[in-house]
RNA sequence: GCGAGUAUGGCGGAAUUGGCAGACGCGCUAGACUUAGGAUCUAGUGUCCCAGACGUGCAGGUUCAACUCCUGUUACUCGCACCA
């Protein structure tokens, strides 16, 4: 073993014994909570890119602690999900063995970079005594009518054979393995977040998330505001369709319905052509969802024979068609075409041979003219009878009034988010705790009987019948109804892996509780994660499930706050030195244990704050990180310099100061990479002296700390202080961050033409008089008319001349 | 198609409020020390027609002053994608 790894394995082993990084709920000091997303323990091991987040959590929590507050910096891992069960299935073992193992792993690595995680809190998903809290809280759902079974139509990946939810199936492709998605019907269970669509665009407000994060929130959830308008069918019966453009109401020339919608069946007694229009809708049933979302391709349909729908305004009969672009589950399953101001449909009349009347003034010669052509700009309508001549946004108004007066239409909001679909046909997950009684129907598992274990068994492959593999094991299937004692049968399917990631961090604020899952007392001291990092791949789903749970928990009051995370922020992933992202198959994986043996964890610690913008993506690169190990062993050599004086260098107090004051904001802003660089110019500063002080000393080394822990504080140990870790951190004087005296530029027409010195006491005529005497500034106003002279104090002097 | 983001030397990137563009690091060049150098130190390093001029994707604009603000535009990345 080298000296630097004997260094960190030390210090290592000093804060383990020592629980330096202990969080004491309830402590007397201010509590903050910094959480990073737990990782997935794969069999890879951690990434480079685990470093990246961790070290930068990491060094706010450190430098926190120093500051005097209870830091509570918890890891575990989530470990359910479908790799560990496919590499255990091709290895003949028990996914638990797996997760065991790769969990060890993982904790080895991360302690060999010295993170400063609370040990004692970390846990798995896979923990009997967690996931017991996991299906007890899906009990609570099941409880308070949130959690209910469907037939639905799911998304099927042939090749993981299990169901996986719209934003697992994203574009029709399973997000795990790259296969295409088919449709399937099954009885699944499913969680009522459709419902909170509006509460959780709400609780946005309470966040400080950052503003890409909040976005991507609230393209999820998917608001559109329009109304809701009934449309009567000649000869009776009627059904509603919703439009975002009721402005266009008098350009409807034919209607669309969705071929997978109820509507449809409920028609179909009148319908003249039911052989085509029956053959269509088992054309749709069978396309992927990719082929149906697919773009540049003709817009199918067939016209609905037999059946006219009313346009309500102007009491016009039109034609109803079947099309599968209209989907069956959102909005009402129906649509009103306006072929002049809707592109799509639009081109659906134009295949379909249809009339288009255009209602509002603009070009419709080549293509539909939209409302983003229209909104805004003071477009007025046409062809419209009393509202013609209206602005678009007047008509807006005066069309929905008209219309709610008739009592046909409502103003309503739609939302592109939907249900939460929550079975997964696997044998790695939590199992659901509900049973099934021939008497009682879905009784949940008493609370006495939880966890409900996934059994030790060896045969647990998925089926080709989309059954879950725990459905052939019978002495898990059979079991007595809890209420009643008939037999019964257990729910085979189990949770999918987002269940367990979305409460984990109420878990980590009182983690060894057996009564709760959280302790309100706990949670009410920690109060929110104050600041959680993750993936950006994340901040759509992970923090909308997350927040959707809590949100719940929060309803029937086993939380104190609707939203239990302030900051989310985000990193930018590590690419290879081909700037591209890492994968086996590229071979341009960087492994952290080859490069902590080779130039220690701080170096890469330092190496991977210091690599670029925190939020952007960054390539590696060995060059650089070499570079940051030169810096260590500069903050090494220095030692050699320090003298027996007291006190501070004189000299230093300005720079000493603003370092730490840069340091301290950049370390709450994202501002890594500027922190060490400043850093870095404190450290050549030293560096150009003949000798300093150790007070000089110790004040580089606590402020690198948070960065690189171990090599600081054994440079701290041997000039004799008490560890880093037991100290504070540096407070700096405003006072002295200014400088006394600094050169500012003097520009003639913007030009800068010299420098002057000036003192903190300079005032804008004095400046005005040193710009004017610098020779090279008279040189370049020389016969010339001096317009005006601009002096902003303290920072430029700039003549302008004629 | 919609939404968001990004664009600065050979490279990663700085520039907190409009105020000396290129901090810091890498790489490179020359030199010192050295048996040696992937160690260390010194000097240099945006471009060019070098007393000067030009330079932050491109074209305009506002301003005494623009990487920064405004209008338009291109390329790339990410997210969503027939959402009525």
Redesign the pocket.
């Known amino acids: 073993m080298n000296d630097t790894l004997k260094i960190e394995k030390k210090w290592q082993k000093y804060w383990e014994d020592n629980k330096t990084f202990k969080a004491e709920t309830g402590s007397e000091k201010k509590p903050y909570y910094i959480l990073v997303e737990f990782p997935y323990p794969s069999g890879a091991g951690l990434h480079v890119g685990h470093v990246r987040s961790y070290t930068a959590q990491d060094a706010l929590a450190r430098m926190m602690r120093l500051q005097g507050y209870n830091v509570l910096y918890p890891m575990g891992y989530d470990a359910f999900g479908a790799p560990a069960e496919e590499y255990a299935i091709k290895t003949h073992q028990h996914p638990k063995k797996v997760v065991e193992q790769n969990i060890k792993v993982f904790g080895n690595q991360m302690k060999s970079l010295g993170f400063s995680f609370d040990w004692d809190r970390a846990f798995s998903t896979t923990d009997p005594e967690y996931y017991k809290w996991t299906q007890w809280q899906f009990i609570q759902f099941f409880k308070h009518g949130m959690a209910y079974k469907a037939e639905t139509k799911v998304n099927w990946c042939p090749k993981c054979k299990m169901v996986l939810s ?2 697992d199936a ?2 029709g492709v399973c997000e795990r393995c790259g296969s295409e998605v088919e449709q399937r019907e099954k009885s699944q269970w499913m969680l009522k977040m459709a419902s909170y669509s509006e509460d959780l665009l709400k609780g946005l407000d309470d966040t400080n998330f950052a ?2 994060v909040k ?2 929130q609230i ?2 959830i ?1 608001k ?1 505001s ?1 109304v809701e308008m009934d449309v009567e069918i000649v000869g009776g019966g009627k059904f509603s ?5 009721i402005e266009t109401v008098y350009g409807i020339t034919f209607f669309v319905i ?1 071929p997978d919608g109820k509507l449809i069946n409920e028609l179909m007694p009148r319908v003249e052509n039911k052989d085509e229009v029956m053959a269509y809708i088992k054309e749709t049933s069978l396309k992927s969802a990719m082929d ?4 540049n ?1 003709g ?2 349909g067939v016209l609905v024979k037999g059946i006219k729908a009313i346009n309500p305004i102007n009491g016009q009969e039109v034609p109803i068609f079947l099309g ?4 069956g589950d ?7 075409a306006v072929p002049a101001h ?1 592109q ?1 449909d639009y081109e659906y009349a134009k295949e379909h041979n249809l009339d288009i009347v255009q209602v509002i003034e603009g070009d419709i010669s080549t293509k539909a003219f939209e409302k ?1 052509d229209y909104l805004g700009k003071g477009t007025k309508l046409m062809n419209s009878e009393e509202f013609t001549g209206m602005t678009v946004e007047e008509a807006k108004e005066a069309i929905t009034n008209k219309l709610e007066d008739m009592g046909i239409a409502r103003r309503v909001n ?1 939302y ?1 988010m939907r249900d939460w679909v929550f079975g997964r046909q696997r044998f790695w997950g939590e199992p659901i705790p509900m049973i099934n009684c021939p008497e009682c129907g879905w009784v949940p598992v008493p609370d006495s009987d939880l966890p409900v274990l996934l059994p030790d068994v060896t045969e647990y492959e998925p089926t080709d019948t989309g059954e879950s593999p725990l459905a052939k094991i019978e002495e898990f299937v059979n079991c007595k109804c809890p209420v009643c004692g008939h037999d019964a049968k257990r729910e085979t399917d189990t949770m999918p892996q987002w269940a367990g990631s979305s409460w984990y961090f109420l878990r980590f604020m009182d983690p060894h509780n057996k009564e709760e899952f959280a302790s309100m007392d706990a949670m009410k001291y920690w109060n929110k994660v104050d600041w959680y990092n993750g993936g ?2 994340h901040t ?1 789903r992970h923090l909308l499930y997350a927040r959707f749970w809590v949100q719940f928990l929060y309803n029937i009051g086993l939380v104190p706050n609707k939203e239990m995370i302030w900051t989310r922020v985000s990193h930018g992933m590590v690419l290879g030195a081909d700037n591209v992202k890492m994968s086996k198959s590229k071979g341009n994986v960087i492994n952290p244990d080859d490069i902590v043996n080779e130039f220690g964890a701080d170096t890469l610690r330092v190496y991977e704050m ?4 925190y939020q ?4 590696w ?1 060995t ?2 990180l ?3 190990r ?2 260590l ?2 903050v090494i050599r220095l030692k050699d310099k320090v003298n027996d004086e007291d006190g501070f260098t004189k000299d230093l107090e300005l720079l000493q100061n603003k370092t730490i004051m ?1 340091v301290e ?1 950049d370390m709450t802003h994202l ?1 890594y ?2 922190a ?2 400043s850093l ?2 404190l450290a ?1 500063k030293y ?2 002296l003949d000798t300093i002080t150790k007070k000089d000393y110790n004040l580089l080394l606590v402020l690198l700390n948070p960065f690189a822990p171990h090599i600081t504080e054994e440079l701290n140990e041997q000039i004799g202080y008490r560890p880093i870790c037991e100290g504070t951190w540096p407070v700096y004087d405003e006072a002295k961050t200014v400088e006394l005296t ?4 003097v ?1 003639v ?4 033409r010299a ?1 002057i010195t000036i003192t903190i006491d300079d005032d804008e005529e004095s400046m005005k008089e040193k710009a004017l005497d610098c020779e ?1 500034v008279v040189k370049h106003i020389e016969g010339k008319e001096i317009v ?1 002279v ?1 002096v ?1 104090k303290g ?2 002097v ?1 003549i ?1 001349v004629k």
């Open positions: 719209n934003e994203a574009g503003d890409r976005l991507g393209n999820w998917g559109s329009g369709i919703f439009t975002t453009c969705a149906r979302t697919e773009l391709k817009k199918s599968d672009f209209v989907l959102y909005g009402t399953g129906a649509v009103m809707d799509r983003q739609n592109k950006m791949e759509a210091f690599m670029g913008d952007m993506d960054a390539p690169s060059d650089s070499r570079g940051c030169r810096f062993d500069k840069k904001y501002g990479n500027t060490i660089s870095m110019i050549n560096d150009e600094k050169e500012v530029a520009q027409n913007g030009k800068v420098t090279n005006k601009i902003i920072k430029i700039n302008v």
